[in-house]
């Protein structure tokens, strides 16, 4: 396996991280949560986003301390084969954070194991430089399967999206390394694979043949489709083409990137909604706001303030229509917040249940609120 | 395919219409777009107090702006009469919204009030040149709001609004984010009112007035001081009080971190300790070594995150 943790690791992991999902939504009361808790304990340690930040900017600062302490100790000596000792001081690096940090401490996304193991790949990186003489579409290769593996051990969706990013420079390096109108393809090549990823992911997450990378998977996904989006994005092509190949805002296939632009995420739309699915959704619905913006280059839009204000209005008046419309479930989509709608659930089976014994239902269970059609009324 | 929650089932962790109501969850049978709707709400909120405030700022004293300003005047009277009418009475404790929507179109009323004070300033000059007496105003409208309508982010619109009046401001410059601070006025000012802000936080919990409140005031507290104190010590130079009061700020703030078991203090008050004493290694290598032994520097970064790092590792459980 090449994850660095064990299935009981992360099964154990997963059943704490669902269990305070379903306590947060109402779904499990607190004396339920903490027993499945005791029941799957997990030696993983985790900590919040800012005790992560923390360790991270920690981790680095003596890594790189270190690592400049030893260089300016030995520069001297080794100036002229700086290759082989990048590339040891890279493999100790990552010797530390799996021995040290993982095997003997269990450390799972605590920003410190990531600054270790992320400095390491970089002397890795710094090190296939010196032995391919700075070949960039080397570099970047290495970059984009050193972060793959990376992100596959530790598990670490920062390393996915570091992979994902190092894929799309590897394609560019790649094309303009042809000298030919293939760079032109670079944006749709890279709008195709992507997409291609994100279905992929879509379809191995519904299986659920991995669930171990069940987070992984469900992150690659959303980078993947962020990153489809960008790829043909008409202001980000067209600065990129101005930017790379001094293009002086002449795109070629302007109309088919404007297309894009506006089609696409409304097509992301669409299928989030018929789907349900809420990563497409919510990208589509972002896209969609951004394509405004962005196609403002090729069209002239009124963009005074009157216009600005009026939309405000016409957003505020749909959304509320929207919420009012949703506040009774249709079809099994509604406006309430889904620990709201779950208490509900929960309130309609109890009071079915406590019904067949013939028991009069109890009000405070999972200490949602009262029940009010669909989840959506007042007093929750 | 086999998931964690059929185990609870069959461990009898959850009932079966548990299971049941969380599977509905999960294949997508029954499907919130309450976060959704909510961003949009926030989105037309955001715009439509942006685009009056252009409105107010572009077209004073032309022909149509009375027309504008009329128009702003209805949408403000229309947002108050209709979170006046829904809301429920005042409470010292937390209150509910009677809607999902509620809290948002406070917040257009709390904006497009500052909008309209705005106008009365240009317009009819009400506090002369005075034109910080006009935030104090928004200041005082806003927390009347916050407090009337139980709303935290208009609180948090108060508090700028003083720091407004103080004449302190943020620069948005994302590669030299300081607070703007010309002289000893405004570090004195930006430490004074941090001071201000905890001790109001912290007696209004004791006194249980809005205590859901005190996290607002306690995070401009820490970012407020620690920034001013550390902006000073490297603008006024290290050997100052200030820098003994950056310190001292930033064990409030880890002493905090540790009694409220938050992260974010924590990682506030450890970040500008470790910069002051950096500083403090740096000047001492550079002015009283004479930068001969740049070794000692390297070492100190190599060895001086360790100890922060262990105390965090070993204080661990105190913020699960």
């Not at chain 1, 300016?72 to 000792?85: C, H, Q, R, Y």
């Not at chain 2, 009400?126 to 927390?143: E, K, P, Y």
């Not at chain 2, 004195?188 to 249980?208: D, F, M, P, R, Y």
Request: net charge negative.
């Amino acid at each position: 396996m090449i994850s660095a943790y064990t299935i009981e690791q992360i099964s154990a992991l997963r059943h704490q991280l669902k269990a305070r999902k379903w306590l947060k939504a109402g779904l499990v009361n607190q004396d339920k949560h903490d027993l499945i808790v005791e029941a799957y304990p997990s030696n993983l340690y985790r900590v919040k986003l800012a005790m992560a930040a923390l360790l991270f900017l920690g981790g680095t600062v003596v890594v790189i301390g270190l690592q400049l302490t030893i260089a300016m100790s030995f520069l001297n000596e080794l100036e002229d084969l700086l290759g082989f000792p990048t590339l040891i001081m890279g493999l100790l690096v990552l010797v530390f954070a799996e021995w040290l940090l993982i095997r003997e401490q269990c450390h799972h996304r605590t920003g410190m194991l990531q600054a270790v193991y992320l400095h390491g790949l970089q002397l890795l990186i710094a090190s296939s430089a010196y032995f391919f003489d700075d070949n960039e579409i080397i570099v970047v290769l290495t970059a984009f399967i050193l972060s793959l593996l990376a992100s596959l051990r530790y598990m670490d969706r920062f390393a996915l999206a570091s992979a994902l990013v190092c894929f799309g420079v590897f394609v560019f390096q790649l094309f303009d390394s042809f000298d030919g109108m293939m760079v032109y393809f670079v944006p749709i090549f890279l709008a195709i694979c992507y997409g291609a990823a994100a279905f992929w992911l879509d379809r191995l997450s519904k299986s659920g043949e991995h669930w171990m990378y069940g987070d992984l998977i469900n992150a690659g996904k959303l980078f993947s489709l962020i990153l489809m989006y960008i790829s043909v994005n008409v202001l980000v092509v067209s600065s990129g083409g101005n930017l790379l190949m001094n293009l002086d805002g002449q795109l070629p296939f302007a109309w088919l990137f404007i297309a894009l632009t506006i089609l696409l995420p409304l097509t992301m739309f669409y299928f989030g909604w018929k789907n349900r699915d809420r990563i497409l959704l919510n990208i589509g619905g972002i896209g969609a706001v951004l394509s405004v913006p962005s196609i403002k280059l090729y069209f002239e839009m009124p963009t005074n303030e009157f216009v600005i204000a009026f939309v405000g209005v016409l957003l505020i008046v749909t959304a509320i229509l929207l919420i009012r419309y949703f506040s009774a479930a249709r079809n099994g989509i509604s406006s309430a917040k889904e620990q709201r709608q779950s208490s509900s659930i929960l309130k309609i089976l109890e009071a079915a249940q406590a019904f067949q014994q013939g028991e009069k239902p109890t009000t405070d269970t999972f200490g949602g609120g009262e029940f009010g059609g669909g989840g959506a009324e007042g007093k929750f | 395919m086999p998931t964690e929650e059929r185990e609870w089932l069959d461990s009898g962790f959850i009932s079966q219409e548990q299971f049941a109501a969380i599977e509905d969850i999960r294949e997508g049978r029954v499907f919130s777009i309450s976060s959704e709707l909510q961003g949009l709400l926030y989105l037309g909120v955001l715009l439509l107090a942006t685009g009056t405030g252009i409105i107010i700022y572009n077209h004073i004293g032309s022909v149509g702006h009375l027309i504008a300003i009329g128009l702003i005047a209805i949408l403000c009277a229309g947002s108050y009469w209709y979170i006046f009418s829904r809301s429920v009475d005042y409470s010292p404790s937390k209150t509910d919204d009677p809607n999902p929507y509620y809290g948002y179109l406070t917040l257009l009323a709390a904006l497009l009030s500052a909008s309209l004070l705005t106008y009365l300033q240009l317009q009819f000059e009400a506090f002369g040149d005075q034109w910080s007496w006009l935030t104090l105003v928004t200041a005082a409208l806003f927390a009347y709001i916050a407090y009337r309508f139980d709303h935290i982010g208009v609180l948090g619109l108060a508090i700028t609004s003083l720091a407004s009046f103080l004449g302190l401001r943020i620069e948005p410059d994302l590669f030299n984010p300081s607070i703007t601070l010309d002289g000893l006025y405004y570090y004195n000012t930006g430490i004074v009112l941090a001071i201000a802000l905890a001790v109001i936080g912290l007696w209004l919990k004791s006194k249980e007035i809005k205590d859901h409140f005190t996290p607002v005031y306690m995070q401009f507290a820490a970012l407020l001081g620690l920034l001013s104190a550390m902006s000073a010590t490297f603008d006024l130079g290290l050997v100052s009080w200030y820098s003994v009061a950056a310190i001292v700020l930033s064990a409030c703030s880890v002493y905090y971190a540790l009694r409220v078991k938050s992260t974010w203090y924590m990682l506030y008050g450890v970040s500008v300790a470790y910069i002051i004493v950096s500083a403090w290694v740096i000047h001492f290598c550079w002015e009283v070594l004479d930068g001969d032994n740049i070794i000692l520097l390297f070492i100190y970064f190599t060895a001086s995150p360790i100890v922060p790092l262990l105390l965090i590792l070993k204080s661990r459980r105190r913020f699960k």
